[in-house]
Structures are given as C-alpha cells and as structure tokens.
C-alpha cells in the first residue's frame, strides 16, 4: 500500500524563502498568514491528508461509485465521514471571500492544502475541488442574492458544485451545445437536456448540489454567441435558505473510467430543471471560464500531486529493494545479498527527472498562485494589470505541461518498480491510471497549446509575454555577476532565446497559414512551460544560496535544492533544442497526408 | 469497440520490396515461401486475428482468468475455443523445425502472424508466444530425447509452455534464485521452491504444460553460476509420449494486474516436482536466454502491434468525431455542424508521431527478424556471423525503443479520443494497460538499456556495432547521388553521426566510471533506435521510389510511405540531438544527491 508523506518543507521554501509571500502582509488577508499560521494549517492539512484521505485512495479505486435505480449514487466507503470531517474543519474556506463565508486567507495558502488533498486521493479531493470552481464562478458573475444564497454553502462545501459543459456531440467545441432553457416569465428558466461526463454530478456527500450548467436560450444566436450559464441546484433553495422541492434534475449513468473511480463521473439529464441565469444572457462562456480558468489551475496541480506521491513511494520502493550490484564496486553493499537499486544510474535518471520536474512544477504553480492573489488583492492598478496577464498567459502552461510531465513521472514511478509497478495491489497502476484523465479533462493539452499559441500570445498586443521576457531579463541582468548562479543563468538565457526564437517564427508563419501555428503549438508549450522551469529553478537556486550565504542549521536541503537544479539544467533543460527544432519545421509534412491516407 | 485490420499491405511492401526476401529463395523454407504462399498465410492470419481473437480482447480484460481452489486456472470465455481453432491450423508452427513438428517455414513469415495475432489480443498471444519461446530453448539446449518428447506438441501449441526466472526475491538478479533442484539418481531432479509473476503459468487450453525453470542444483556454486536449467511438465510424459502423473506443481495464486487480465500471471509453487536437466549443470542461463531473447523480440513486437491497433481505432475516431473548425477555412467543411478533427493540426501530430513510429518499427523488426532467418539458415558464415552480431545488439534495441514508443503511440491514441479515450468501453485504456507491462517484462527496459552498452557494445571486439556503421556508410554511399533520397540520407548521416559520437563519448568515459555508462545508457539506446530507424526509413524511401520508377498501380500507396519518411526525418529524427546532449552530460548531477536526500 502506498504512503504519503505532505512535502512541508518544499511548500515551505517556496513561501518563505523563494516567493517570499511575507513581502505582501500589507494586502488583505497575507497579514492573516504570517508563516506560523502558514505552518499550522499546512501541518494540519498534511494530517488530513495523510491520515484520512490516503488510506480511502485505494478503496475508492477498489469500490468505485455505484448508481441506485432511482439515479441516487452512492461514493465509496469512508468517502462521506472523510468529507463531514472536512466540511467540519472549514478546509474548503481558507481563501473564499470573507464576504461570503470564506476566510480570506491568500490563494497560494490554500494551493498547498489542494496539492495535498489531490496527492493523497485525486478522486476524493474533485469533489471540494469543482465546489472550489463553482464558488469562484458565482462570485465573479453571479447577482448579490445569488452569491448570499450559494456562497457561504459553497465555502464550506456543505454544498457540492459542478460544471456542466459537455454533451455527447460537443466537447472540445461548446458552439455546439443543444440543451435548452426556456424563460418561465418569473425570471426562472426550464433547462433540458444531457449533459456528459459531469464529474461529481451526483453523491451522498453534501446535502445539496449546485450545478452550473451551460444551456441555450430559446431563440437566442447560434454557436458560442448564444450560450448562457445557470444556476441549477438539485435542491431548490427557499428564501430562509433551507432546501426546498428536488429539482428535476438527476444522474442517469456512470461511465466506467480508466481510474478516477471513487469520484462519481455521471450523466445528467435536465427534465424541464428550474435554473437561475447567471450573469447576462447569452453571455454565459465568459463567466463559466472563470470556473474553468480556476479548474484547469487545480488539474495542473493534480498532475504536480499525483507525480510526487508516486515519486515517494518510488524512492522508498528503489531504497528498500535489493537487486543488483551498483556498477562500482566501491558503491557495493557487501553485506547485503545485493544492493538497493537506488544504486543503479538508470534508477537514480527516472527519480531525478520526477523530483527536478516535481519541485519546478510546484515553483511555477505556486508563482502563477501568488499571481492570481496579487489580480485578486493588490492595491496598484500595474500588479493587477501584470497578474491578470500573467494567469492568462500561464493557465495553459500549468495545465498541459504539469498533467503531460506529472503523468510521465507517475510511469517513471511504476518503472522503478518492475513487475511490482504493474501489480494493482502495490497501488503505482492507480496513480498511472488516475492521473491519465488530467491531459483531457478541462480541456485537452492539445487545446491548451492551441490556447497558448492562438489567443494568449497575441492578447493585450502581446504584453504578458513581453512581461515574461522582461522578468527574465531582469533577473538574468541581476545575478548575471554570481559565480554560484552561473549554470542556472546560462540554461535560463539560453530558454529564453529559443523561446524566442519560436515565437518569432510562430508571428512570422502562423498568421499567414493557421495550420503553421497548429502544427508548432504542443512543442511552443513544451518550450515554454521548460523556460518558466528555468526561471523557476533559478529562483529557487538563488534562494537557496542566500539562506547558505545566512547560514543556516539545514544546510543539506538547501545544498540538495540546487543539485536538483543542476539536474534540471543539464539533462531536462536541453529538451527546449529539439522543441525549437520541431516548431522550426513547420505543418508541411504534419498535414502532407489526405485524411485517406491514415 | 475497437476493431483491427491486419497492416497486410504494409507487411507485403516490407517483405517483397524492401527486404526482398524473394532474394533468398536459395535458403531452407525460404523457397517454399514464396510471394503466393506468404500472401496467403497473411491473408489467413489475419482473418484468424481480426475475427476470432480480437472480438475476445475485451472480453478478456473484463473477465480476467479465475483460479480455483485446486490450483486450477479457467481462462476468460471463449480464448479456449479460439485456442483450438489455433492448434488445428497449426499457426503454432509455421516457423518450427521440420524435424521437430515445425513447418519449416522463414520466422519473418511468422513475424506478420505474430504481430497480428498480439495486435488482436495480446493476453491471448501470450499463450502461444511463450510455448514458442519453450520451443527455440528445447531446441537450442535440449537433448535429443526431450526435443523428440516435446517439440512437436509444442510446436502445435497441444502442450503450452512457460519461463519461470522471477522469485520473490529476484527479479532483475538472477544470481538471486533460491528454488533447488535435488537430485534423483535417476536424471531427475526435485524442484522446489516458488516462482512469480509466471505468464500463462497455468490455464484451461493446452492439455500440458512444459514449465522451463531456473534452479540451483544443491551443492552448486552462488550466484549466476550455480543456476541450471529443467524441464518440468505438468504432467509427466511417458515414453509412448502419452500423459502421465500430474507433477508437483501447482498455481497458488493469480496477480490483479494492470492489464492482460486475459493472461493467467500465477504464483507457481514447486513442491519437489520432478524436473529434467536441459544441457549442462549450472549452464542454464545460456540456454534460457535463447528463449528470452525470442521472447526480448516477440515483446518489442508487441509494442508496435498495440500501438498499431490503438492508432487504427485513433484514426477511425479521428475522422467521425465532428468537433470545431479547420483552422484553415479553405478545409473546412461547412455542410457539417463541425469538422473531423483529424482537420486539426494536434491531432495529425499524435497520429503521424504514431504512424510513423509503427512503419519505422515494423520495419526494424522485421529486417532483425530477417537476420535470425539468415543465422539459422544461411550457409554462408560470414553472413552467418553478421547476423549473429546484429541479433545481439538489435534485441535490447528492439525490445526497449519499441516497447517504449508503442506505449506512447497508445497514449496518443487514446489522447485523439479525448474524454472518450478515458471510458472503458471505447478500448484505448486496454490498449494503454496492456501494453504498460510491455516496458517491463522480459527485462525491464532500463535493463535493456544497460545490456547495450554493458555487453552489447563491446562483444566480439565492438564488431556488431562496425558492422552496423559499415551498413550505414555502404547505403550513404550508394544514394548519395539521389536527390529525391537527399533528405533521408542527410538525415541518416546526421543521426549516424551523433551515435557515433555518443559511442566515443561512452568508450572515453564509461570505462573509467560505469556509472557513466549506466547514466547514458538509456538515451544512448534511444539514439540508436533512433539512428536505426533512420536507416529504415531510408531503406523505405529507396524502395518506394524504385516502385514509382517502375510504374505502379497504387502510387498513392508509395508516395504517402514517402511522406511519412518525410515527417520522421523532419520531426521524430532530430531527438538524436538531445539524446547526445544528455549522454555529454555525465553521470555527475545524476548521481550527485545521497540516497537520503531523495
């Protein structure tokens, strides 16, 4: 049975010493999260987690959700005392608006509680997870009496919320929704239709579910112009806020998944459901990205928690088991029949590129994070302005690159394993298996890359990259002097100039022949989400050496940062070459082929 | 549910206008294999696979094998069926020993089957492929007696056969065994002790079965060499060549895998069963790795046939699926609410990634397997010799770069699915978890790896890899005046290059340090899969335009071959690159952190 251990003191170099959150006590709610109140609800969490949610991880694998005729679902065993125990500790309000039964606590506090909570039972942890998407989505384009009447359940997640996107011929492609609403005169509407692959849509755990559900307005405009959002809750909610008639809207299925099983994956069919427009008509895409933008943040990091904790249980795996001699003799352990395979270079190449690839991930999650507090909470118009660039621009890069490198961590993981990875009891298939829906759910990695090359490059004439650019150059001019960051600084300018070159070439092929700016987009991401790791291990390192230069007790973790930085640098960095290759070569021979000839 | 079409037109253009195997209608079998008789058997074959065993791949991973109390292993419905249908065509024997119950037949003829038959169903292939693998070891080491006693029901598949290496606690380390042998006075011996994780170690369909088991001879010496090999059948033959008692072997267990859950993984207890010594005392590695070789190729093979099969489903999938518009307008299709997403840009990347990738493989796999034809049978030493060099260092190529990518065709597949790719009942999860093991079994990839460079590199003075140079300078040279070959041989060159490289850089350093062999040797295995796949791309492209110049029928069929060589060259080839990047990297930030600090 696999364990995990919360990687506190990762979670805390990034606070405290990279990022630096206590620069911001002077915005609301940074000055509630000083570093031992950061410490106490981190050791907390981490006890939660741990404790209570990893140990149902394999039992959800193991039972999965079952469906009852009358459409009710109920979640593995444990799930719903391990979400009591949750609701009662207020673990979904950390950050939630204090306005609306949050308590305010920065963004980047509550991530580090999500990565737990995802590490230690991905499946577990969607439910409060899209209720966490829900709540923001209501909070940015729902009315006053909306937000008094979901919010503060939401906050706490007595309530569970979904998103309710999909349909059997629209995925990807949301002009193409058919469920509909028809206006009621009382300002209510009568949603019809089915809805797929609702995650969460249906369980036992929270007293009432409060969908969000994408649907067209009767007469309104075709495609993505006539699509507005709703509020369908599977209680109606009467003025007192108690819970009223059922609603006519129920759970017609479970899909049979790859893995995620304890999380309950549902058809819904709306039966003439009473919904609540939020927001304008018509104009429901732009607060349901909201959610989304907020859903694709938590799947990235999904990918960052699922990769870590099977790296863990693959590092105890390779210093436990004896197999081997280590090819130098004086590396042998000659009183042992043979040596751990932690020995092995091979071995010791999977676990390196999963820790460098898993602490880079959680540097450029958290920076994004503290971003997203920053559009959230700073007083100065510029900090916001750069934010908001920056969480657009970043978005699709911690989506895909996180989900595509963590998945490939959780194999490396199995790998170290041997035939003991691909035995479900020792739970590295789960991992695999769970994980594998973090490249297509939110949309797929491949339309992120598309969102990353087609829309967020060229928004705001470009600047979020030019921000980028210049924060790279800036610390680049900064430290260009230090002996000690010389490695970090030579592999970061030299990302930089290749993604630079890409971008050029994207600007000088792409708006000419669309298809150019398809064919390079995955490999433009790949580049990008490499030089933000960059960045990202740069910083680290330079923290690294300033608690060094300060003298520190623990000189070893700090020491040990910058080897696996220095990893990073001379065997995963130089990836960016061969991506700057492929953008280089351009559609022709991707699209050479006529549909026929596959 | 997915379906498959046997690649046969792509087998033919390998086998009659690359590898010209009609060249060698002077060798035994060869002339009886003939252009009409191959056509043939493919055409049969595939009917067999895409008829019978395929409809039976899902069946077989939703029932699984089921063991009763006695020990006895019931196979999912239907395999035992399709399993007799196998033995009365005799599909088992093509390529055996006419002497010993074979049909003579070339194995690259049998290749085409097996890839079909693995692509079809691969837990039920396993069956077969492993009594194959007993064959070639029986007759590599046995004596004439046990090849009289066995080889012809094994040739049929009547009998099934199994390799038991792995035990608790050994796996990769073999000088790790503990199940002993004692022995009898009479020949026999004792054998006991547990084996684990033994494919088709016990099942309903074979009415024997040939168990080949490592084991130290009481007295012995440790380690690998005191480890010899037995025959231990089920049932113990009597001289007639009827059946005789049950032996004292028994499964104890069946392992919840991954995947193949229609292949029966057992515990395999041995409880002084009575054993028959295959060659020498304390020889038995020798003679168990001509069965684990075939079986390195025969796992190789199996990557490619899945990730055949998974692309096959990606395309069909690719073409219905209705979502979003071209990028381009002057392709998109307005009469339909949306476009194919094959349109898209990304998704011809997954597939052409995967298309490519399985010609390239099919043909290294091919023209390896072509090379065990001319070690068997030519009469000619130098040729014989050369193909005894290139046997040795393509398997651990073969095995791990084709295991490995046919894992990633898999994901692409099931990534051109989207969110369907993830439910169960679309196919591509199989696909994905069946194939995991692949990168395992048989020696684990990594293994491979450090059997190229450990063992492989260095053999018989470094001449295979000469050889291999030789053949690739000898081609450069005779089509460097082709300009229509012009990129494929730059290409070649570039690659040829840059391994030649990585082997000096691994002669000046890995001697020195091993771990720096150790740390290189998964990027240098993947740069020669890489460089050989160039020289097969090549070889491709040289036979399609010769086809052209010769005017042709189908030229579409040769000019997309062309294309697709086309795509390898411009965006598969050049992770050569980076693969020498990380092998001039060293072992240093690879081994640089304590075991502790991970």
Not at 349 to 365: H, P, Q, S, V, W
Not at 559 to 566: E, L, Q, S
């Amino acid at each position: 049975m696999p364990s995990y251990n919360a990687p506190i003191r990762d979670m805390q170099f990034l606070l405290d010493d990279v990022l630096q959150v206590d620069r911001f006590d002077n915005l609301p709610g940074f000055s509630d999260a000083p570093k031992d109140v950061r410490d106490a609800i981190m050791t907390e969490a981490a006890k939660f987690a741990e404790e209570v949610l990893q140990p149902l991880n394999r039992v959800g694998d193991l039972h999965g959700c079952t469906r009852a005729e009358d459409g009710s679902v109920t979640t593995p065993p444990g799930f719903k005392e391990a979400y009591e125990q949750f609701v009662e500790a207020q673990w979904g309000a950390l950050s939630g608006d204090p306005e609306y039964g949050g308590q305010g606590l920065p963004a980047i506090v509550n991530l580090c509680a999500i990565e737990m909570l995802a590490a230690a039972n991905q499946a577990w942890a969607m439910y409060p997870g899209l209720t966490h998407g829900a709540y923001a989505a209501i909070h940015a384009g729902g009315s006053e009496e909306q937000k008094r009447t979901y919010l503060p359940k939401l906050a706490t997640c007595e309530w569970g919320g979904t998103m309710n996107l999909t349909e059997p011929q629209c995925g990807t492609d949301l002009g193409l929704i058919r469920t509909k609403a028809v206006p009621q005169g009382d300002g209510a509407y009568k949603i019809s239709g089915q809805k797929i692959w609702i995650s969460s849509g249906e369980h036992d755990m929270a007293e009432n579910i409060v969908h969000l559900v994408l649907a067209r307005i009767e007469g309104g405009p075709e495609g993505v112009k006539g699509i507005s959002l709703f509020i369908v809750p599977k209680f109606l909610v009467n003025e007192d806020g108690s819970l009223g008639a059922r609603n006519a809207v129920t759970c017609g299925g479970l899909e049979e998944k790859m893995g995620i099983h304890g999380n309950s994956t549902c058809v819904m069919n709306y039966d003439g459901a009473t919904g609540f427009l939020v927001g304008e008509e018509h104009k429901g895409l732009r607060t349901m990205f909201v959610m989304m933008n907020e859903a694709r943040l938590g799947v990235g990091l999904q990918g960052l928690a699922i990769s870590e904790v099977a790296y863990q249980n693959a590092v105890a795996f390779a210093k436990d088991r004896l197999q081997s001699r280590a090819l130098r003799e004086d590396q042998q352990h000659k009183d042992k029949p043979a040596d751990p395979i932690i020995v092995h270079p091979d071995v010791r190449r999977m676990l390196m590129d999963t820790k460098a690839f898993n602490e880079g991930a959680r540097a450029f999650a958290y920076w994004t994070g503290l971003h997203g507090d920053l559009l959230q909470r700073s007083p100065d118009e510029k900090v916001r302005e750069k934010a908001g660039d920056y969480m657009a621009l970043m978005t699709p890069v911690v989506k895909a690159f996180l989900t595509e490198f963590g998945s490939r961590g959780c194999n490396d993981a199995l790998q170290v394993f041997g035939g003991s990875g691909y035995v479900e009891e020792w739970g590295m298939s789960q991992f695999v298996r769970d994980i594998r829906i973090a490249l297509i759910y939110e949309g797929t990695n491949g339309v992120q890359a598309l969102d990353l090359v087609g829309r967020k490059l060229a928004m705001n004439g470009a600047r979020p990259l030019m921000s980028f650019f210049a924060e790279i150059d800036e610390f680049i001019a900064e430290n260009s002097s230090s002996d000690d960051l010389k490695p970090f600084i030579d592999g970061l300018a030299d990302a930089r100039k290749r993604l630079d070159a890409g971008t050029q070439w994207l600007m000088n092929n792409g708006l000419a022949n669309p298809n150019e700016a398809g064919a390079a987009s995955t490999d433009y991401l790949r580049l990008f989400g490499y030089t933000a790791f960059a960045l990202m291990w740069a910083m680290m390192a330079k923290a690294a050496y300033a608690k060094l230069a300060e003298g520190v007790d623990d000189e070893t973790f700090y020491r040990n940062k910058i080897a696996t930085g220095r990893y990073f640098i001379d065997r995963m960095l130089p990836e960016t070459a061969v991506h700057l290759t492929k953008i280089e070569a351009g559609a022709e021979s991707m699209m050479a082929l006529e549909a026929e000839a596959f």
